[in-house]
C-alpha cells in the first residue's frame, strides 16, 4: 500500500509566477489536509478536504491561496502569483474515514521562491 | 494564548542510552495527542498517539507518557539509535480533525 504522494518534490518559482503542487492520499483515503512548515518551525494546519468538498480553509491566507480535491485525481494546492514568504515546505496528510482518524504524511513539496 | 510546545530545542543522547522529549500543552480540552519524527527533506512520520483518557502508551522502543494535571506530554525512547537522529514533534487535537505542532526538538544521536 503505497503512502501519500505529492509532486513535485521541489518547485522553483519567479515572484508572480504560479505554484501548484500535487497531492495522492493514501488508498482508502478520502480526506486530505494541507500543512505548512516554515523554516525552524513545526506544521501549520491550512486546510481540509474530502472528495469535492472543502470543510475547512481556516489556516489558508484568503488572497492566492486555493485547494481542491475533485472526484477523480489528485488533491491540488494552488497559489497565484507567488512571493518570497510563500516559500516553504508544503504537506499533505491523509486519513482513511472520519476527519478524527490519525493522519499519515506524505513527503512534502518545497517550493523556493525566487 | 493556546500553543503546543517544546521544552527544549536540541537533544544530544549517547548511543544505547534512553531518550526523553518533553512536551507543554495549554489546552485542556485536546483530546488526542500524537508524536511524529521528521528526518531531513521528509515528511513527518506518525510514532506513537495517546487520547486523553490514557495515561501511557507503549510501542517498539517508545513508551508516550501523558500528564493530563500538569499538560504534559513525554516521548522516551530506549536504547536510542543512530536512525533516531531527527526532529521530533508532538501535535495536539483539540475535539476535531486540526492538528496543532509544536516547534520541534532536535535529536543527535552519539556514536
Known amino acids: 500500500n503505497a503512502g501519500v504522494m505529492q509532486n513535485p518534490r521541489h518547485l522553483v518559482r519567479r515572484r508572480g509566477q504560479e505554484a501548484r503542487l500535487r497531492c495522492s492520499p493514501m488508498?482508502?483515503?478520502?480526506?486530505v489536509y494541507w500543512y505548512r512548515q516554515l523554516p525552524e518551525e513545526g506544521l501549520k494546519f491550512m486546510v481540509y478536504?474530502?472528495?469535492?468538498?472543502?470543510?475547512?480553509e481556516s489556516g489558508m491566507p484568503k488572497e492566492r491561496f486555493s485547494a481542491e480535491f475533485p472526484k477523480e485525481g489528485p488533491s491540488i494546492l494552488r497559489i497565484q502569483q507567488v512571493v518570497r514568504g510563500d516559500s516553504a515546505a508544503y504537506f499533505c496528510?491523509?486519513?482513511?474515514?472520519?476527519?478524527?482518524?490519525?493522519?499519515?504524511f506524505g513527503p512534502g513539496t518545497r517550493l523556493t521562491v525566487l | 494564548g493556546e500553543s503546543v510546545g517544546l521544552h527544549l530545542p536540541t537533544l544530544s543522547v549517547q548511543e544505547g542510552d534512553n531518550s526523553i522529549i518533553n512536551c507543554a500543552y495549554s489546552n485542556s480540552a485536546s483530546d488526542y495527542f500524537i508524536w511524529y519524527k521528521q528526518e531531513s527533506g521528509k515528511g513527518p512520520q506518525f510514532i506513537i498517539d495517546i487520547r486523553s483518557n490514557m495515561d501511557k502508551r507503549q510501542g517498539q522502543r517508545v513508551t508516550v507518557l501523558l500528564n493530563k494535571t500538569v499538560k504534559h506530554l513525554s516521548l522516551q525512547i530506549a536504547a536510542t539509535q543512530p536512525g533516531d537522529s531527527a526532529v521530533y514533534f508532538c501535535?495536539?487535537?483539540?475535539?476535531?480533525?486540526?492538528?496543532?505542532f509544536g516547534a520541534g526538538t532536535t535529536v543527535t544521536v552519539r556514536a
Open positions: 501535535a495536539e487535537r483539540r475535539n476535531d480533525y486540526k492538528l496543532s
Open positions: 496528510a491523509s486519513s482513511p474515514r472520519q476527519g478524527t482518524d490519525t493522519q499519515y
Open positions: 488508498k482508502g483515503h478520502s480526506h
Open positions: 478536504l474530502q472528495k469535492e468538498n472543502i470543510i475547512d
